[in-house]
T-cell receptor, first 116, second 110 residues
Framework: DAGVIQSPRHEVTEMGQEVTLRCKPISGHDYLFWYRQTMMRGLELLIYFNNNVPIDDSGMPEDRFSAKMPNASFSTLKIQPSEPRDSAVYFC??????????????FGEGSRLTVL | KQEVTQIPAALSVPEGENLVLNCSFTDSAIYNLQWFRQDPGKGLTSLLLIQSSQREQTSGRLNASLDKSSGRSTLYIAASQPGDSATYLCAVYQEGKLIFGQGTTLQVKP
């Protein structure tokens, strides 16, 4: 398997524009996570899905952020409208179920977003 | 609320030295704990996963221990090499979420 695949790797946009980040999890994994990483706040969980269903979106900062998982092999994170404070590296990660929880988390390479 | 702390934030050692990275967490009701490595500009790579019922896990030169009652985990790296230079993060899995520490940035000098 090629691992977790994210696109784009880099995105530079202007304030107010819509941004869509994409993720393809590892085949067979039934958990998908979206994280945001900044120097100030470290890694923050935004939302996670189990079997394509959003389970916890309490980390989504505002209504400007939305995430979907239409099928087991694809997820999107959308920011509309984008703001400079959204600049960060966004990671997608996937995992599999273990009894009572999850196994190892596999991360993509991340999407570095810069909002001017 | 679970908080995960890693001390020190940065560490520099000469090649060949054995070293220990520390991770502490405030709520012992965790399902598992994972150690990750992150190279600059890259994603995180899972190194070791310790289930709450386990005391330690080993992979090559790496050994991770877990003491749930005291809320601590350590990552031991034997015979460090320049290629070990990276940021090491620990994360605890609890109630459906993986909560990360801020990481320890390790530099191993040749």
């Amino acid at each position: 398997d090629a691992g977790v695949i994210q696109s784009p790797r880099h995105e530079v946009t202007e304030m107010g524009q819509e941004v869509t980040l994409r993720c393809k999890p590892i085949s067979g994994h039934d958990y998908l996570f979206w994280y945001r990483q900044t120097m100030m706040r470290g890694l923050e969980l935004l939302i996670y899905f189990n079997n394509n269903v959003p389970i916890d979106d309490s980390g989504m900062p505002e209504d400007r952020f939305s995430a979907k998982m239409p099928n087991a092999s694809f997820s999107t994170l959308k920011i509309q409208p984008s703001e400079p404070r959204d600049s960060a590296v966004y990671f997608c990660a996937s995992s599999f179920r273990l009894a009572g929880g999850i196994g190892e988390l596999f991360f993509g390479e991340g999407s570095r977003l810069t909002v001017l | 609320k679970q908080e995960v702390t890693q001390i020190p934030a940065a560490l520099s050692v000469p090649e060949g030295e054995n070293l220990v990275l520390n991770c502490s967490f405030t709520d012992s009701a965790i399902y598992n704990l994972q150690w990750f490595r992150q190279d600059p500009g890259k994603g995180l790579t899972s190194l070791l996963l310790i289930q709450s019922s386990q005391r330690e896990q080993t992979s090559g030169r790496l050994n991770a221990s877990l003491d749930k009652s005291s809320g601590r985990s350590t990552l031991y790296i034997a015979a460090s090499q320049p290629g070990d230079s990276a940021t090491y993060l620990c994360a605890v899995y609890q109630e459906g979420k993986l909560i990360f520490g801020q990481g320890t940035t390790l530099q191993v000098k040749p």
